[in-house]
């Protein structure tokens, strides 16, 4: 089936404007994930999703950072007033939901392909 | 969430055996051990995963310690395309999502 889709794939952007960059999970994975990648950096965990409930945002940067998920499928990343440093590839996961299978890799989570955010 | 420790990077030729170790020594009783692959301009991709002993798979192998402090990564005859970050996580299955730390990986250039 299809994998997870993230849009816009580019987004450039003016200091001080908001933005939103959209992830479509896998159907049927109940777990979502955002990370942040800065240029040659490691993934950043910024939130997760279990179903529409978000159990840990403390990986959120500050308070303009904001995410949703809705009928337990698409999520959406909201910068406000966005700043030079945000600027960075946006990287979206899910993951099958807990009970599955046992031979099932529970954990394993399949990305997209991220949203490059430039700020100037 | 259990610390991990890998070298920043490794360097290889083509053919060759690669091992990277990750150091957990703080993992729990419930914690498995997953590594993922990560190419440039693309997302990460998961490569095994193992509790104990070892995990083979088409791809790699994983060996674990009994102690399960750390865990090595075995990429059989490298080629070019295994140029990549390779990153060691540890976490509880169980709960199907929660706060996953990357950390910064392992990158490995295989040279021809």
């Known amino acids: 089936g299809a994998g997870v889709s993230q849009s816009p794939s580019n987004k450039v952007t003016e200091k001080g404007k908001d933005v939103e960059l959209r992830c479509d999970p896998i159907?049927?994975?109940?777990?979502l994930y955002w990370y942040r990648q800065s240029l040659g950096q490691g993934l950043e965990f910024l939130i997760y999703?279990?179903?529409?409930?978000?159990?840990?945002k403390s990986g959120l940067p500050s308070d303009r950072f904001s995410a949703e998920r809705t009928g337990g499928s698409v999520s959406t990343l909201t910068i406000q007033r966005t700043q030079q440093e945000d600027s960075a590839v946006y990287l979206c996961?899910?993951?099958?939901?807990?009970?599955?299978?046992?031979?099932?890799?529970?954990?394993?989570?399949?990305f997209g392909p991220g949203t490059r955010l430039t700020v100037l | 969430l259990a610390k991990t420790t890998q070298p920043i990077s490794m360097d290889s030729y083509e053919g060759q055996e690669v091992n990277i170790t990750c150091s957990h020594n703080?993992?729990?009783?419930?914690?498995?051990i997953t590594w993922y692959q990560q190419f440039p301009s693309q997302g990460p991709r998961f490569i095994i995963q193992?509790?104990?002993t070892k995990v083979t798979n088409e791809v790699a192998s994983l060996f674990i310690p009994a102690d399960r402090k750390s865990s090595t990564l075995s990429l059989p005859r490298v080629s070019l395309s295994d140029t990549a970050v390779y990153y060691c996580?540890?976490?509880?299955?169980?709960?199907?999502?929660?706060?996953?730390?990357f950390g910064a990986g392992t990158r490995l250039f295989v040279k021809a």
């Open positions: 996961a899910s993951s099958h939901p807990p009970g599955e299978p046992p031979e099932r890799l529970q954990y394993e989570q399949f």
């Open positions: 159907s049927g994975h109940t777990a």
């Open positions: 999703f279990q179903g529409n409930s978000a159990p840990d």
């Open positions: 703080n993992i729990a009783t419930n914690d498995y």
């Open positions: 193992g509790y104990k």
């Open positions: 996580l540890v976490g509880d299955t169980l709960t199907g999502g929660f706060k996953t730390i």
